[in-house]
């Protein structure tokens, strides 16, 4: 039977979940519409691994394949090691027989439970649920509302010395190779190393004919001159020095990059004490948070604290994630995240913050060179022509190649920390040697599919964008890079399968096709954004925080390739800070308008695939609501005493019951909501008022990352009268 999936998550979505659902469900119940929810939170994945729920992740994965598929994705954590170990604990604090985290997979249980264990890091979810390209766009009416409550963009200062520093050569993006294949095949990862050892890296890697394949290196010993050099930069010229790496969706590859940061910031430290960290299992990788936190356990951890204490005084200023906390951007490797940093950091006057809490020009370190040119294109135009203003400027969505895990770079089974000196081969079933790397003990190598049915799906998806929108569409494709160099190709073979007639349809290296959008923004004109899977991620941050603020007001669809429908919330991510502001006031910042959008067209989808016209009624009542919502600036504020997330929730459901008693389409339905609607109506002075009272005061959700059900639905529901309408339905 057709129903819709709404998933449970973490952090601020699961915690707005506990509101909005009840109200989305009991809407749904009248029109006929089945909502069922499946845990994919952090959590609910850990526990699934050992058999202590069920696996809703396999489950809707399976799903994805079928067209009945049709998922409401709330953003969830991808979780770092760090927050891994945290959530260990706390569902072993509620009683959960959950093993330790193995520091080491030393004997034969220790590497099956860290396997286990390996499966919930990371971005462990999206390559699973995203079984089609993505089409993120900031909806007409958000624009609207965008141009006439324009948030500000700061302008950077007069002599700004904000800049981004990155690799020249010798990283991802310079030592690339890549190859189309002819025909299916049996690929293998073997390194070769200098003493004519062979160790095979990755036996079996499964390929189809016209799938991508690369494989590149990040050499270390470049890396560190690099480092050394932007921390001279940085010192030199007075501003921060902070890194923007990407450690939750490359899991394996950037946490290394970070703890070479970390390494090369306290080169001394790691010198001098660099084996009595190893010996009790502190490693750069993790931060400087859990190294700190480590050190009390040590025979010399107060000289060794001295001496970081010492560092940080000598070397360049650090950028702060929380200045009073005294959380460093060296601190967690998933705390500064680049998609979300960087334009947060443009959208601040290219400033972060420092120790003492003020702010400061930055060198933003960013250090493989393949998208930083993007970051670093945007600081020179707003340098140069001022900050972009929300009330004039277009917009730029994007139609992102994602499907079947495509361009999923540095994570997963194909990314390799070198154990030693030699060359690292990809051979063909037949022996023959397809892409090979000279490596050094420690440089990063990573291979990368991309398969053709996604990217023949993400051209056609492009051209009907293009043509929907009467919008010219830009493929950001860099035909120096050798894996956008196979992409063109099939660019080129594909985009004559479609009717392209005026339409204005370019391929452009990513830094020209930024300037290109940018100078197209600034003049009120809009440009598709035809990316791979980075620059999907990045894109729909950048764009949707310069030009409306956040990316949380994104209508974000993924066409299943199997015909269904996989309903993204926003762009963005699950709010961490969200919850800090929660737990310590009663008040909820996060603004749900990417549940409404994608609540609409998983209705839509519903009416049709079930046949079922009311699923459409109740589609297009929460799409008049949501306007009037957005007309009526019902979305939270970010400070205690306004509005917060529940009482943008009670505004949503007020204006959505009173469109469901207008309309005329569905008399039955219309009737059903006539009380609620008036009682609704009434009541508003009482439940804002309740809603209000609330605010103020530490709340208690009874856990962070497995709330507990009760006391997080009462924090989330507290107001009686609106509890009561509702139940009346
Ligand atoms: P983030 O969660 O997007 O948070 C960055 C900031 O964006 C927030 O602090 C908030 O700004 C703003 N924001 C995002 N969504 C919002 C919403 N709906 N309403 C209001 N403000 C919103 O990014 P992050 O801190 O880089 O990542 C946090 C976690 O989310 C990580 O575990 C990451 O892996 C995960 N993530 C998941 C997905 C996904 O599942 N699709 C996508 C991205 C990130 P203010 O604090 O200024 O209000
Ligand atoms: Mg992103």
């Not at 010798?170 to 050892?197: P, Q, R, W």
Request: charged share 20%; aromatic share 6%; glycine share 8%.
């Amino acid at each position: 039977m057709a129903k819709i999936i709404y998933t449970h998550t973490d952090e601020a979505p699961l915690l707005a979940t506990y509101s909005f659902l009840p109200i989305v469900s009991a809407y749904a119940k009248k029109a006929g519409v089945g909502i069922e929810t499946r845990d994919i939170s952090l959590a609910g994945r850990i526990l699934a691994q050992f058999g202590l729920a069920d696996d809703a992740l396999s489950e809707l994965g399976e799903l994805t394949g079928h067209p009945e598929a049709n998922i409401i994705k709330l953003p969830n954590i991808s979780a770092s090691v760090p927050q891994l170990k945290a959530a260990i604990k706390e569902l072993q604090e509620k009683g959960y027989a959950l093993p330790d985290y193995p520091e080491s997979a030393s004997d034969t249980h220790g590497s099956i439970v860290r396997a286990k264990y390996a499966k919930a890091v990371g971005s462990v979810v999206n390559p699973v649920l995203r079984q089609g390209n993505s089409d993120r766009r900031a909806p007409l009416s958000v624009k609207a509302y965008a141009r006439k409550h324009p948030h500000v963009n700061k302008p950077f200062g007069e002599s700004s010395k904000t800049a981004v520093a990155t690799m020249s050569d010798h990283d991802f993006k310079h030592n690339e190779k890549s190859v189309t294949l002819a025909a299916d095949d049996m690929l293998t990862i073997t390194l070769e190393t200098a003493d004519g050892e062979k160790k095979v890296l990755l036996p079996e890697l499964r390929v189809l004919a016209g799938e991508v394949v690369d494989a590149t290196s990040l050499q270390v010993s470049e890396l560190h001159k690099f480092l050394r050099d932007a921390l001279a930069q940085a010192k030199a010229s007075g501003v921060l020095f902070s890194v923007h790496l990407k450690a939750t969706m490359m899991k394996v590859s950037d946490p290394i990059i970070f703890g070479h940061v970390v390494q090369a910031y306290f080169s001394d430290i790691f010198a001098k004490y660099g084996d009595d960290l190893a010996a009790a299992g502190l490693s750069a990788n993790d931060g400087l948070g859990s190294i700190l936190s480590g050190l009390p356990a040590l025979p010399n951890g107060t000289e060794i604290e001295k001496a970081f204490e010492a560092a940080l005084e000598a070397g360049p200023r650090l950028s702060y994630v929380n200045s009073d906390k005294g959380i460093t951007n060296l601190h967690v490797p998933s705390d500064v995240i680049v998609d979300a940093s960087m334009p947060a950091m443009i959208r601040n006057g290219g400033k972060l913050w420092g120790a003492d809490g003020g702010t400061d020009d930055t060198l933003a370190v960013i250090p493989d060179s393949s998208y930083a040119g993007v970051y670093a294109t945007v600081i020179e135009d707003v340098k140069k022509n001022g900050p972009l203003d929300p009330a004039t400027i277009g917009t730029v969505p994007n139609v992102g190649l994602m499907a079947q895990a495509a361009e999923e770079y540095g994570s997963h089974n194909k990314t390799f920390e070198i154990p030693a000196d030699g060359t690292v081969t990809v051979t063909n079933a037949a022996g023959e040697v397809l892409l090979s790397h000279q490596v050094a003990a420690g440089d990063i190598w990573r291979a990368c599919q991309t398969k053709d049915i996604p990217v023949r799906d993400w051209v056609r998806l492009a051209v009907a964008r293009a043509r929907d929108s009467k919008t010219p569409a830009v493929f950001w494709l860099d035909e120096n890079r050798a894996h956008d160099a196979e992409l063109i190709k099939k660019v080129r073979a594909y985009l004559p399968e479609h009717d392209t007639d005026g339409l204005e349809i370019k391929i452009l290296a990513p830094d020209q096709a930024t300037a290109y959008s940018l100078e197209r923004i600034r003049a009120g004109l809009d440009t598709i954004s035809v990316t791979g899977n980075v620059l999907r991620d990045y894109n729909t941050d950048l764009f949707p925080i310069l030009e409306v603020g956040t990316s949380a007001k994104m209508l974000s669809i993924v066409p299943l390739i199997a015909g269904g429908g996989l309903f993204e919330t926003g762009a963005g991510g699950s709010a961490p800070k969200h919850v800090q502001q929660l737990v310590s006031d009663n008040y909820l910042r996060w603004d749900s308008l990417g549940e409404f959008f994608a609540l609409v067209p998983s209705l839509e989808q519903y009416a049709a695939y079930a046949k079922a016209p009311a699923a459409r009624v109740l589609a297009d009542a929460l799409d008049r609501a949501t306007a009037t919502f957005l007309e009526a600036d019902r979305s939270p504020g970010r400070k205690l005493g306004t509005l917060d997330n529940r009482g943008s929730h009670f505004y949503l459901a007020l204006y959505w019951a009173q469109e469901l008693a207008a309309q005329t389409e569905d008399a039955g339905l219309a009737d059903a909501f006539k009380n609620l609607a008036e009682t609704l109506t009434a009541a508003e002075p009482a439940i804002v008022s309740e809603l209000a009272a609330v605010q103020g005061k530490p709340a208690d959700i009874g856990g962070y990352y497995l709330p507990d059900d009760e006391k997080a639905s009462a924090v989330m529901r507290p107001s009686k009268t609106f509890n009561e309408a509702l139940a009346s339905l």
